[in-house]
């Protein structure tokens, strides 16, 4: 973690992830109209909620509010998931990047490569299963400061984008699989209900 980030990370006070069964997570979110100091600040704590939580990506779902932002760092991960970015066709640093904040993302696959990876989510902890989705995206999404992002990924930034997106529109990654493997995880998902709605 950089020093600013550190820095942050001492101010800010985490915030509650909310499990499976809790109404935000299949509300589809509004759109951010005005990027103002409430917006920045719920960034700020949603970034530090994620690196607490040891997630590479966190929607602003996953903390109760159903609007279209999300928070990713892919950079803890890249030993083991590498990922890969590009603008204007020149491939970017990655680290410039991160961590991001996607505002009002717009995602689009690019070419017809797609691949299984074992994908899991912070409100879902302990649930962990392949999920096939496209290799390379177009990701275009305003900055924190309502800059326009227009770029193209691969590998965990890709996967990471696209799992956010789902969730700014009330999907969840199990939404992806057979209903077969789903099946498999209704026990967990019953206790995850359980405890969202004890009545
Ligand atoms: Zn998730």
Redesign the pocket.
Known sequence: MSRLKQKKAAQIKPLEVVKYGHPALRSKGKKVEKIDDSIRALAEEMIVTMYEED?C???AH?VGRSIQMAVIDVMPAFEDRPSRAWMNGRELELESLMPLVMINPEIHPVGEERSFEV??????PGLHDEVERPDRVRIVCQDIDGSVLDFEAEGLLSRAAQ??Y??LHGI??IDHLSPEDRETHQPLLRKFQAKASPF
């Open positions: 997630g990506g966190l929607a996953q994908e899991g989510c912070l409100s879902m799992h956010e789902d969730h969840l990654f």
